[in-house]
């Protein structure tokens, strides 16, 4: 039966009629995006839209940036793709080169991958070979943190803290356990420091170990800076020196998850180099490639390259895209010309326009929470009562109908939260690219304003 005769048959409208792609969301087909200049991206109907979150944090350069079409261009007319089973690309080997270079301390080789969730698959399956590498087959488990994501493939999906996600598919997750994430705004006691509230969630990994049997703990999975779900919740001082410890001491492995808040977004190349620490292996996406083409990649410790290297001598995963020549090309193209144009003096300068342009103008803002994060990685909470902190009921869905209302002003914003099970409130994530200047910020926040006004005063709050 075709479409149309199942509407004729039917008063209820036909869900996504006039599409064969099967969207996001079975109410509504997006606009078609056919033009992209800077931050702005254009629709079919030349509507323009300023892109403050870069999609999901991955627009680090902007849209159509000509080195980065140039690189493309130029790698497609000598070869676009051959499978690394067979071969290596000039593209991979200069990329890799300077990943290593610029990676943190102890990071050997690069694991390249498609995207984040494939890098968060291929660094748990790389911690479990190295320890059937070391000899120490028992340690299978995983400890992640509350309300975090880190894919929606099983395995990641498996890792990740967020409830409402996993839910659905929970019987086919594999076992992982959550401790607390650093939330300093909701979980940070009156009487404690940060130093103290930092010590005190960090040595819940301890706990978690012990209660495991610490001889059966694989690797802990945590994004430095959090970007998913709960938006841009930076750590307090001295938490992942203390994480580092506790791994050491009980032989686990810290697995640092920086597909949203690395390659520059936070102001350094990488988030963790604000903690003085590095993990064991460490995933890197989004602001890879810009967008311009999807990938990902592992950052492998020393370590773990040389029990893998000199034990089985070879890691036993793959992917046919893996180390994709023009994705490969792109990314280059795209961290050369953030290094070139020293872009991250840029993303701490705006990071603080940003911040001071929002304090300014929603500092005082009856459902404003807080204003967080670090460089371009900015999220803002809403709240139903700033002095109890309360959140707005989440069946209002107030995140996705300031999404929805920023939208219609022409702004992206990227709306976290306000779901029933594990995560508390309604966040926006602000994560424009490393390019915008004081005028862009001026307006985002501007656009940001009257999307609240429009959501609270039809929700009868204003
Ligand atoms: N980890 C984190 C922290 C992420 O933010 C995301 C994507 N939002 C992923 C992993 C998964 O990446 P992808 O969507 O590219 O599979």
Not at 181 to 208: I, K, W
Not at 349 to 371: C, M, S, T
Not at 411 to 423: F, S
Request: charged share 20%; net charge negative; hydrophobic share 40%.
């Amino acid at each position: 039966m075709t479409n149309a005769s199942n509407s004729a048959q039917s008063s209820a409208p036909v869900p996504n009629a006039g599409t064969r792609v099967l969207h996001r969301t079975s109410t509504s087909i997006p606009p078609r995006a056919v033009r992209g200049e800077g931050i702005y991206i254009f629709d079919q109907n030349g509507k323009s839209y300023l892109d403050a979150c870069g999609g999901a944090a991955v627009s680090c350069l902007g849209h159509s940036d000509p080195d980065v079409r140039a690189a493309m261009h130029a790698q497609i007319d000598q070869i676009a793709y051959a499978h690394s089973g067979f071969f290596s690309s000039d593209a991979m080997e200069e990329l890799a080169d300077e990943l290593v270079a610029s990676a943190p301390e102890g990071i050997d080789k690069v694991y390249f991958v498609s995207g984040g969730s494939e890098a968060t698959e291929a660094a748990l399956k790389m911690a479990r070979q190295y320890f059937l590498e070391i000899g120490q087959p028992d340690r299978k488990y995983v400890i992640a943190r509350r309300q975090s994501y880190h894919g929606n493939t099983l395995g990641a999906l498996s890792v990740g803290g967020n409830m409402w996600r996993r839910k659905q598919f929970e019987p086919l997750l594999i076992t992982a356990s959550h401790i607390a994430p650093v939330y300093q705004y909701r979980d940070q006691r009156d009487d404690e420091t940060p130093e103290a509230y930092g010590l005190r969630v960090a040595n819940e990994l301890e706990t978690a170990i012990l209660e495991l049997g610490a001889e059966s703990v694989a690797a802990f999975v945590a994004e430095p800076v959090v970007g998913a779900t709960v938006g841009a919740l930076a750590p307090v001082p001295g938490y992942f020196k203390r994480v580092r410890e506790i791994c050491d001491q009980y032989g686990v492995l810290l697995i640092l998850d920086e597909v949203m808040c690395g390659m520059g977004r936070t102001g350094t190349l990488h988030a963790i180099e604000q903690e003085g620490i590095s993990g064991d292996l460490q995933t890197i996406a989004k602001g890879l490639g810009a967008g311009y083409q999807p990938i990902g990649a592992v950052l492998v410790s020393k370590k773990i390259n040389d029990a893998i290297a000199n034990g089985s001598g070879f890691f036993q995963h793959g992917h046919t895209y893996q180390g994709h020549a023009t994705a490969c090309a792109a990314a280059l193209a795209t961290q050369r010309a953030i290094k070139e144009r020293n872009l991250l003096t840029n993303v701490v300068k705006q990071g603080e326009n940003l911040v001071a342009a929002l304090e300014a103008k929603l500092g005082q803002h009856p459902f404003v929470g807080d204003i967080r994060g670090r460089g371009l990685f900015r999220g803002v909470e809403l709240v139903a009562d700033r002095e109890t902190k309360d959140p707005f009921d989440p069946t209002l869905k107030i995140n996705a109908k300031i999404k929805k209302a920023a939208f219609a002003l022409g702004l992206m914003a990227y709306p976290m939260g306000g779901t029933i099970d594990g995560v508390r409130g309604d966040h926006v994530l602000f994560a424009p690219a490393f390019i915008i200047d004081e005028n862009d910020v001026a307006k985002i926040v501007d656009l940001f304003a009257g999307a609240l006004d429009d959501v609270f005063k039809a929700e009868g709050l204003a």
